[in-house]
């Protein structure tokens, strides 16, 4: 049986091609010639790629792209190290940031699509979002007249500016949450039963920040305006404020007694709870009641510090590390 493959060296197919390719022609060729293929004597291993060449000027050359391929592996393992640390840390400070400043109560981030529902109907199906509403802020109301009264030791009843040195002011409720025999209290569900709500607004600032008053005296309030944002404009809401700003309609203010939420020293050191952690002043505290609206839509509402309102300008509310101004949606729950 004849042979139609053979392997032969590269030395000897070369001799052999030489040799035969002069007497080929396309006539010569028979179908059961022997087929060659060819066979390299090489035996170049992954090794021999790291032996640098003997040639001084090559072997420069090498050293040099190892070099420059390795200053470049370090560099952009160093840009990433980097740019991760980076990003950690905004994500970091994000978080942190959030801590202070406006607080909204309810949550919305816990309730579904972080959209506020309202009615001015008594539906079944509106009963439980609202119950939802009401004890969470009952939830939030209670710890705190429940703190407030624990720390009795070191509180005493201020004027609405007017701090005493190393003492924290009580929040009154009753004279903080009622205006011209209009409230916000849970005798009726916080307004929620009338279709009027009060949405329960928290300024939490235990991070040493005054206001920078642009006149002279210091006001005894911050303002605080809620209103609808839309791609072309700003509307004023008709909301009453408890408590309100003082000759400025249509906001509330913050108390200034309880701005900024400072620590209390005792006798030996600062006041701590239970688990040694430092112990600030309660922030203060406004309530929104919203009017009966008309719209049945979605509406975007923005609540926040102003610093521009006439006898209550200030000039440091960027420097202000924390939220500033809290948006979210209202719907009507009847429109679903």
């Known amino acids: 049986m004849s042979v139609r493959y053979q392997a032969v060296f590269e030395a000897d197919a070369l001799s052999y091609s030489e040799s035969t390719t002069s007497q080929m022609d396309s006539q010569s060729v028979h179908d059961k010639s022997p087929i060659i293929y060819y066979k390299s004597e090489s035996n170049h291993t992954w090794k021999d790629l790291l032996r640098l060449p003997n040639d ?11 070099l420059l391929i390795i200053t470049f592996l370090a560099g952009f393992f160093l840009y990433l190290t980097l740019s991760g640390a980076q990003i950690f840390k905004q994500l970091s400070q994000e978080k942190a940031n959030t801590k202070y400043g406006l607080q909204f109560i309810p949550d919305l981030r816990v309730h579904k699509h972080g959209v506020f529902y309202y009615s001015t109907s008594k539906g079944s199906a509106y009963e439980e979002i609202k119950n939802k509403y009401v004890n969470e802020i009952d939830k939030f109301l209670d710890t705190y007249w429940k703190d407030q009264l ?14 005493i040195d190393n003492k924290w002011c009580r929040f009154s409720q009753t004279t903080s949450f009622k205006n011209f025999n209009k409230e916000c209290t849970n005798q009726d569900n916080y307004g929620f039963d009338s279709g009027e709500p009060c949405l329960l607004f928290a300024f939490k600032d235990e991070i040493a920040w005054t206001p920078e008053w642009s006149k002279k005296g210091e006001p005894k309030q911050l303002p605080l305006k809620c209103e609808i944002k839309t791609m072309f404009d700003t509307y004023t809401i008709n909301a009453t404020y408890f408590p309100p700003l003082e000759a400025r309609d249509g906001y509330g203010g913050f108390t200034m007694n309880k701005i900024p939420s400072l ?3 005792g006798s030996h050191g600062f006041v701590v709870d239970d688990d040694g952690e430092i112990i600030y002043d309660l922030p203060a505290l406004i309530f929104v009641k919203l009017r009966k609206m008309e719209h049945k839509i979605k509406l975007k509402y923005v609540c926040s510090i102003k610093d521009s309102v006439k006898d209550y300008e200030f000039s ?6 924390g939220v500033r101004e809290f948006a979210f949606t209202i719907q009507t729950f ?3």
């Open 334 to 336: 009847d429109d679903l």
């Open 150 to 163: 624990s720390r009795q030791k070191y509180s005493t009843d201020c004027s609405k500016h007017g701090k």
């Open 316 to 321: 440091n509310l960027r420097d202000f590390v």
């Open 263 to 265: 620590p209390i020293k």
């Open 56 to 66: 001084p000027g090559k072997r420069r050359l090498a050293i040099m792209s190892f």
